[in-house]
């Protein structure tokens, strides 16, 4: 009963809050532009247009081709299952770690990358060489930094990882956890395509990464495709913000209010992320492809320092 | 009384500013110098009736005793001979066209704020105040190395300054490290004190104080001219004015030498023993030899030559320490005073040499005895004397410590030592006395010394280090002993 | 309070960021946001003395700090930029991700030759020291990395930084005349630096210190 009152809430709030992130991100920047911008809930709007239109696949492709946004969508949608959103709904135990999380990410990826060199059109072999450099620097800074993580927390699984922070309080006022959190943050960025890494917004084939390599999708399939990369980039955003800024200690009251009131401080913090992506988006500029190992030197630095810290401090996270 | 060497140089410097003829600052210059070697006298006098020097004003910041006015005497001879070589040899430069005359007045103001952050780094017993000293050491001769202002003296006067800055902040790293041991042993009033901490060494938390004497060994060493670090050492020796030169070689190295003697008194006292500072101090101090040997067999820049030798002796002086019995204390405080003077009279020698002929290579020099009587022969005197021949004072501070080395049952080091001397004496030879040979291709130099108070001077400084090589003053030997007895703990 | 160890973290973290930059500019500016990094660390060390034991000395650093290494340095720097004549833009020698993983083998060294020294702190591995420790090498390494003139004195500049945090994060500050001595120093040095970076500028047509090989041997 609980497991199900847990897929169904879970469900719920990611599936349905992903379009939303989009919408706010993309209005924030509108309004640094001095435009009105889209509706903050444009997202569904096409969604739902191009879910009702019929897709048209290429005779050239195979399997593979029509295959991919389904695989897409539904890694994305396990992934949201493994990261609670909030500690008061979970069941006892949830199967699968960080561990799992990350290569079911990886799976959904690896289809998306085989896809576009699927229909062997030019933009979506560039834009998956693009991708695999991309994932593979990012790769080393995620699992160091989850991995610190986990030793804080003597856990690789998320729900008694969010336990354990939620007896520490305010992690963030510890150096090991400000690291960790801006090396996250950075994986964030690099992995939902926003503006250092990759524009979300670009149709220019210099400058595509992952927009090349759904541009041969239309209609359903791209509906899915987008949906898919909204909902990882929200999943991102929950795994940062439950352990890092973890918020059910507060809670005083308990019962249906108390799920409630967890939920809603859940998404102003979701909210709260969005807002300074869309900020570091407006700030800076896309970086030139060769300057990313930079990036993601920094990021692997951030999270390998937090690392140090955590062993420098000699396990004193768990005691105050 | 101690306070007055400090002001005299102040108020000349402030003179310099004012005066506007070349002659009045050769006085001032001069007068300066010699009233601080009267003032030293006087200390030393006290020195040796009573031990040490120590006044309460300013919380006891000025101390001085038989360890520090050692190489305090040295400064203040070498600096005074320098200031008198100095105005022959800058008046034929100017004469010459290398430099202008208004370059004099800078000249001397950097001089003496030289000399000034020697004597200060040598009169206080604040360690943090001592090394804050020998870093202005480098800043005040930056400018002197780079003196001519050409290619070569801006390369060695940029190398000399970030190399020496580099490697001192890393000596401040040491002190950090022996300041954070102490805490919790000395009073507020007493940190970094080196009495204090002296007396208190055993109470002396032992592993940082061992990281710190690391960093104190590689920070001073850097200043010193030991091996991995001397790397500035040829470059700026070789591109500074000879008088300068003979600075840097006769009392620079000496200052920096002193500090980390200073830090090994701690640090010995300490552990109890010698083992740990000795290892790393004879290791630092053979490769110092070794690539002194090499680089002399190999040289074809007199000055450099020189230079390359002032490693080797601090080489040698490193060693003694390393060994740090009675008898190697007393060999290494001796050998810092004759290496001094010989080395600074050597680089005076190469001054008239550098101005009859106006070429730094070896190859190029024919004739010395000819063109340059009096120089040429002290010259050629004072390279058996910095190789180590009796009857010179060299002889006598190196065979003290041979003997200390091998009394010390230490073989392999001895032997090693005692070859490396046999190959840089060899290497001076082969390399250094194709000058002398007589060629009359250079008929067309004229013959005769210029600059002849100068000349004077290494003629009274060779006479000093025979006379001190044949039999050491009483009173220089009981010094000696004291400042031994400093050390070592008596 | 973790705040001290925040801050040495975010020092360390700024050195990080000075080995990333690739323009002197940069540089220039990386080294203005750690000394007010350590300016800060500087002034709550000051107001905690004057709370427990009524000194204002540290305070006293704290501003010179800022007059110093966070106002007037840079600005010496700046001039000195612009006048030079001759400018090389490519100034590191190894890419920046190679770079950024050597000092991140600079922290790790740091951190291990620490830990086998038991005294610092009472048994417990000091993160303060470690990360200033760390900000001394990287100093180091920078000043190997870097081509130009300004890039070495920088180097040498966040050397004297880590040093001034090691000593406050260890020791609860030097004695208050060795900190006077070490600003005055410094400040000295800079000066002689800028006017010798004229100086090689004139003589060599360029600030690549590449050029300073005539003397071998």
């Known amino acids: 009963m609980r497991n199900l009152l847990y897929i169904v809430i879970q469900l719920l709030v990611i599936v349905m809050v992903a379009p939303l992130l989009n919408g706010i991100i993309k209005k924030i920047k509108a309004f640094s532009q001095k435009r009105k911008g889209a509706p903050i809930f444009q997202m569904y709007f096409d969604l739902y247009k191009l879910s009702r239109k019929s897709s048209v696949v290429s005779d050239v492709s195979s399997w593979i081709f029509k295959v991919t946004p389904y695989i897409v969508f539904a890694t994305a949608v396990a992934a949201a299952l493994l990261v609670p959103v909030s500690s008061l709904i979970a069941p006892e135990q949830i199967p699968g770690d960080f561990i799992m999380l990350v290569s079911i990410l990886a799976l959904g990826r690896f289809f998306i990358m085989i896809t576009a060199l699927d229909t062997a059109s030019t933009f979506g072999g560039m834009g998956s060489s693009r991708e695999a450099m991309i994932s593979s620097l990012i790769e080393p800074s995620i699992l160091v930094s989850l991995f610190t993580m986990g030793l804080v927390t003597k856990s690789t699984s998320l729900l008694p990882m969010m336990n354990v922070m939620k007896g520490i309080g305010f992690p963030l006022a510890h150096p090991g956890c400000i690291t960790i959190f801006l090396a996250l943050f950075t994986i964030i960025i690099a992995e939902s395509s926003r503006i250092p890494v990759d524009d979300p917004a670009t149709h220019l084939e210099l400058t595509m990464v992952h927009e090349a390599m759904i541009l041969e999708y239309s209609g359903r399939h791209l509906a899915l495709m987008e949906y898919g990369a909204a909902i990882k980039q929200l999943t991102l955003i929950t795994l940062l913000v439950n352990i890092l800024i973890p918020h059910d200690q507060l809670i005083a009251i308990t019962g249906i209010g108390a799920v409630v009131l967890s939920l809603t401080i859940y998404l102003i913090k979701v909210i709260g992320i969005s807002i300074i992506i869309a900020i570091a988006e407006v700030s800076t500029v896309k970086f030139k492809l060769f300057s990313i190992p930079n990036l993601a030197a920094m990021s692997f630095i951030l999270a390998f320092l937090g690392f140090l810290q955590y062993f420098v401090l000699g396990g004193c996270y768990v005691l105050f | 009384m101690g306070f007055f060497l400090m002001v005299v140089t102040i108020i000349a410097i402030l003179l310099f500013i004012i005066s506007k003829k070349s002659k009045i600052q050769h006085i001032i210059s001069l007068s300066a110098t010699g009233l601080q070697i009267l003032i030293a006298l006087a200390l030393t006098r006290e020195v040796m009736l009573r031990g040490s020097v120590n006044y309460s004003f300013l919380g006891g910041f000025f101390y001085l005793d038989s360890l520090s006015i050692i190489v305090l005497d040295i400064v203040l001879l070498i600096g005074f001979m320098a200031s008198i070589f100095s105005i022959g040899y800058i008046e034929t430069e100017i004469r010459h066209g290398v430099i202008d005359s208004n370059k004099l007045r800078l000249y001397y103001i950097l001089m003496h704020s030289f000399l000034f952050t020697m004597v200060f780094a040598l009169t206080v017993k604040n360690m943090g105040i001592m090394w804050i000293a020998i870093e202005a050491t480098t800043l005040a001769s930056a400018f002197l190395v780079g003196f001519y202002n050409n290619k070569h003296s801006l390369e060695a006067a940029w190398k000399y300054v970030i190399i020496c800055s580099v490697g001192i902040a890393i000596a401040m790293l040491g002190i950090t490290f022996l300041h954070l041991s102490s805490i919790g042993v000395l009073e507020n009033a007493q940190f970094l004190d080196w009495v204090a901490l002296y007396n208190n060494a055993e109470s002396l938390k032992s592993p940082i104080v061992k990281l710190a004497f690391i960093f104190v060994l590689v920070g001073f060493g850097t200043k010193a001219g030991l091996a991995p670090m001397h790397t500035w050492l040829p470059d700026a020796h070789s591109q500074a004015p000879s008088p300068i030169s003979a600075l840097l070689s006769g009392v620079l190295l000496n200052s920096a030498m002193y500090g980390i003697i200073r830090t090994v008194a701690i640090v010995n006292r300490n552990l109890g023993s010698s083992i740990y500072t000795g290892r790393l101090l004879i290791v630092l101090g053979l490769l110092s030899m070794l690539t002194a040997a090499i680089f002399i067999l190999t040289q074809k820049d007199y000055k450099r030559l020189l230079a390359y030798s002032s490693i080797e002796h601090m080489g040698i002086i490193a060693i003694a320490v390393g060994i740090f019995t009675p008898l190697s204390i007393f060999g290494a405080l001796l050998h810092i005073i004759n290496h001094s003077l010989t080395k600074s009279m050597l680089f005076l020698a190469t001054g008239n040499i550098l101005q009859k002929y106006n070429t730094k290579q070896i190859s190029k020099i024919k004739g010395i005895f000819k063109l340059l009587p009096v120089s040429g022969m002290v010259f050629f005197l004072g390279l058996f004397a910095i190789a180590g021949m009796p009857p010179f004072s060299i002889f006598a501070s190196e065979f003290s410590i041979i003997v200390s080395i091998f009394s010390a049952k230490k073989f392999l080091v001895g032997g090693a030592f005692v070859i490396l001397i046999a190959i840089i004496f060899a290497g001076i030879a082969v390399s250094l006395f194709k000058m002398f040979y007589v060629n009359n291709q250079q008929e067309n130099l004229q013959r005769g010394e210029t600059n002849i108070a100068g000349t004077a001077v290494i003629v009274v400084l060779l006479g000093i280090i025979t006379i001190t090589g044949l039999d050491i003053p009483n009173g220089l030997n009981d010094l000696i002993t004291q400042a031994q007895s400093i050390i070592i703990g008596a | ?217």
């Open chain 3, 1 to 217: 309070m973790y705040c001290f160890d925040i801050l040495s973290l975010l020092i360390l973290l700024s050195s990080f960021a000075l080995m990333a930059n690739k323009k002197s500019k940069s540089y220039i500016k990386s080294f203005r946001i750690q000394s007010l990094l350590i300016a800060i660390a500087a002034g709550m060390m000051g107001i905690k003395t004057i709370i427990e034991e009524g000194r204002f000395d540290v305070m006293v650093v704290c501003l010179l700090i800022i007059i110093l290494k966070v106002i007037y340095i840079p600005n010496i720097l700046n001039k000195t930029y612009t006048k030079a004549k001759y400018q090389v833009e490519k100034d590191f020698i190894l890419n920046i991700p190679i770079l950024i993983l050597v000092c991140c083998g600079l922290v790790v060294f740091s951190y291990f030759s620490l830990s086998t020294i038991d005294g610092i702190n009472d048994g417990m591995i000091n993160v303060q020291v470690v990360n200033s420790i760390s900000v001394i090498l990287i100093g180091l390494f920078f000043m190997i990395s870097r081509r130009k003139a300004i890039g070495q004195i920088i180097g040498l500049l966040v050397i004297e930084n880590g040093l001034f945090v090691t000593a406050m994060f260890s020791t609860q500050g030097m004695p208050f005349i060795v900190d006077i001595g070490i600003f005055v120093d410094m400040l000295t040095a800079v000066m002689i630096l800028g006017i010798m970076v004229f100086k090689i500028n004139e003589e060599f047509e360029s600030i690549n210190i590449d050029k300073l090989n005539k003397l071998k041997g």
